[in-house]
Structures are given as C-alpha cells and as structure tokens.
C-alpha cells in the first residue's frame, strides 16, 4: 500500500474518532445539564408554570367561561414543560462552564441540596402561591439571625435586579394592542405592573417584604444550617453561573409566553368582533 494511501487512511480514522468523542462528550455534557435541571427543581417549576402564569389573566378580560377555558388550552397547548425544558438545556449550554456545572450537581446532590430541590421544584406550585400571598404576617415571627440568612439569599439570588429586568421585559412586550383593549382591570396598559419609571424607595421597600415573604415561606422547612448551607452555595463562583444562566432561560420563556399571551388574546378579540 502506497504511503500517501495509508497516511490518507489514518487521517480519516482519525477524523472519525475525534468526532465520536466530540459527540459522545456533548451528550454526556447534555445529559448532565438535563440532570441539573430535574434535580435543582427548574423542572418542577416549569411543571407548574403555566398554570401559574394563568392565575394571573383577569377573568373579566372574557366573556364567559367558555372563552376562558378556550384561552386556557391554547396557552398549555403554546406553553408546555418540555418545551419550556428544552429552553434552559438549549441556554445552559450556551452558557456552559463543566466545572460549575459538576460543582453545582455535586451540591444538588447531597441532602441539603436535595431537600432544597424538591422545595424548589414545588414554589410555583398553586398551593404555594396561594399560601405565600396569605403568609406576610411570617416575616414578623422571624429571628435576626433567619432573616439575615433570607436576606443573604436573596442577595445573592438578585431578586431586586432581576425583577426589574423582567418587569421592563413584561411591560414592553404588553404594549400590545389585543392585550391592553381587552383588559379591564389593573393589567390594562401595563397598569397592573409598575413602569420602571415609577421606581422609588417605596417600591423597593415593597419589593423587599415581598421577597421575604416568599423566601420566608418556601424555604420555611429548611433549619437554619440548612438554610447556611444554600447560601454559602449560592456565594461561591457556581451561585452566579447558575443564577445567571436562569435568569436567562427565564426571559426567553417570558418573551415566548408574552407571545402566546398576545396571540391568544388577539384570537379572543376576533372571535368577540365577528359575533
């Protein structure tokens, strides 16, 4: 066999090995990212998502029931967890740092970060959300020493930045017509949800209690070692990838849901006007 022939041979096989293991190693990283999102409880969420996002559309932006359930179907038919899944593993892996991510399945996986995942994984749940709005009279019951815990959570979780961040987003994309026509109550224009041009002292404060609020609550069977333990996780280096890498997977699932939301409402516009 000539040498060129053998030397083109060897150059193929080797070709040909590098791409398995390329592939091989991305569905590793991609099995790995799909863990992180089930055991972190971001599936969970996602579970809960729509049915959460739902509680929120006034009901006197329908007609009747049957409009109401219509929209409903519509929206779980546009707005499904596996969909919504694929957007944080497509996210994760533009985002991805193998490290941080072995280092943040390493504590997702000991049984603080287990108990903290299935917590998680239940906070969008319509029982938990009822619960919170009913449990602010929980921040007076807490210690110094808890509420600075919350408080460091919350910190290093950028509750305040992101919703501003996602509260800009949502009024932007609700700038819709089919939205702000059909709506009667505070949701009209955007009203229901402060322009980030009203920003004040007051808001803040208003957020913060909020934020307590719900922190206080979803973590509320966690001790406070526990509770330690979440928040020294959060402020290494693998809290911000996370938080960040989230909170990205989140906005591009506001945008699709705002979308759907428009969609959904224009339709109910149209069948409103031709009967």
């Known amino acids: ?16 090995v590098m791409i398995a293991q390329s592939l091989s190693i991305a569905e590793v990283q991609g099995s790995l990212i799909t863990k992180l999102i089930r055991i972190s409880g971001l599936r969970g969420q996602l579970d809960h998502l729509t049915a959460a996002l739902l509680m929120t559309v006034p009901d006197d932006l329908f007609p009747d029931n049957r409009s109401r359930s219509n929209f409903n179907v519509h929206m779980k038919e546009q707005i499904n967890t596996e969909s919504l899944v ?38 969008l749940s319509a029982y938990n959300i009822k619960a919170i709005r009913e449990a602010r009279r929980m921040i007076t019951t807490l210690t110094e020493d808890r509420t600075q815990l919350l408080e460091r959570l919350i910190d290093s979780q950028h509750v305040y930045q992101n919703n501003v961040a996602f509260r800009k987003l949502i009024v932007r994309l609700l700038g819709s017509p089919s939205w702000n ?7 009209d224009s955007g009203a229901g949800l402060d322009s980030p041009k009203t920003s004040s002292e007051n808001e803040r404060d208003s957020l913060h209690q909020t934020a307590l609020t719900c922190f206080a609550y979803t973590y509320r ?22 938080e960040n890498t989230v909170s990205r997977g989140f906005e591009q ?22 009967n």
């Open 221 to 242: 069977s966690l001790n406070d070692p526990e509770l330690e333990s979440l928040a020294k996780f959060q402020e290494t280096e693998v809290g911000p990838w996370f």
């Open 1 to 16: 066999m000539r040498p060129t022939t053998i030397a083109f041979r060897t150059t193929i096989t080797l070709i040909i």
């Open 253 to 274: 699932i506001i945008r699709r849901t705002v979308k759907a939301l428009d969609h959904g409402l224009r339709n109910l516009k149209d069948r409103s006007t031709k």
């Open 86 to 123: 694929k957007v944080f593993e497509e996210t994760f892996s533009e985002n991805l740092d193998t490290d941080k991510l072995d280092k943040a399945i390493k504590f997702y996986e000991s049984s603080v970060g287990r108990k903290v995942g299935r917590i998680q994984g239940d906070s």
């Open 181 to 187: 026509d059909h709506s009667k109550s505070q949701v």
